[in-house]
């Protein structure tokens, strides 16, 4: 059982360039989240999948899209890097609206 | 959406003393309050959650307080260990969790 795996860990991108965030669950849950994290802000919601079929955007979805391509994998693109999103991505996993598991994160640098 | 305020920003105490962070949130329909722990490069983990059903928690040395009316809930640490070391965020939940800012909790030996 490993729970949310996150895919890659670290990544260095050029500006303009583009990438998948892979996030696979074994847990069964129904919702995912991915979320971004960025010194003093917290954790902010980029998109959401509250059951498979279904995305909706959260606080901060400009320069992102998802796909929930089956109940145990949602991926984050980025179609163009821009510098802003650089940060630390973290997928995560839910049953219901609690209880929430998070992946490993990825450490994105875009120069 | 929720907005949730969470403080202090940063938290320093003597080993053995205890910590309080509290968090404030506006939607008064919010039911469900997770505290979260992050240690440096790592993922948050779960450390203790309330429903609006219930006033206090206790888990060891942890323990949350929850005031509906004030809208507002608090983590106590008691007895710090320099484990104990990490940032903390509250979370409230709407359709989706929303966090706070997180809270440096420094332990000092």
């Known amino acids: 059982n490993a729970g949310v795996t996150q895919t890659p860990k670290f990544q260095v991108l050029k500006t303009g360039q583009s990438m998948t965030l892979q996030c696979a669950q074994d847990?069964?849950?129904?919702?995912m989240y991915w979320y971004r994290q960025d010194p003093g802000m917290g954790l902010r919601l980029i998109y959401y999948s509250a059951s498979e079929g279904t995305t909706d955007k959260g606080e901060v979805p400009n320069g992102y899209n998802v796909s929930r391509l089956n109940k145990r994998e949602f991926s984050l693109r980025l179609e163009s890097a821009a510098p802003s999103q650089t940060s630390v991505y973290f997928c995560?996993?839910?049953?219901?609206?609690?209880?929430?598991?998070f992946g490993s994160g990825t450490r994105l640098t875009v120069v | 959406g929720e907005n949730v305020e969470q403080h202090p920003s940063t938290l320093s105490v003597q080993e053995g003393d205890s910590a309080v962070i509290k968090c404030t949130y506006s939607d008064s329909a919010s039911n469900y309050f997770p505290w979260y722990k992050q240690e440096l490069g790592k993922r948050p983990q779960l450390i203790i959650d309330i429903r609006s059903n219930v006033g206090e928690k206790k888990d060891q040395r942890i323990a949350v307080t929850l005031n509906k009316t004030a809208k507002h809930f608090s983590l106590h640490i008691t007895e710090t260990q320099p484990e104990d070391s990490a940032v903390y965020f509250c979370?409230?939940?709407?359709?989706?969790?929303?966090f706070g800012a997180g809270t440096t909790v420094t332990v000092r030996a």
């Open positions: 847990m069964n849950h129904n919702s």
């Open positions: 979370a409230v939940n709407d359709y989706k969790l929303s």
């Open positions: 995560a996993s839910s049953r219901d609206r609690e209880g929430y598991t």
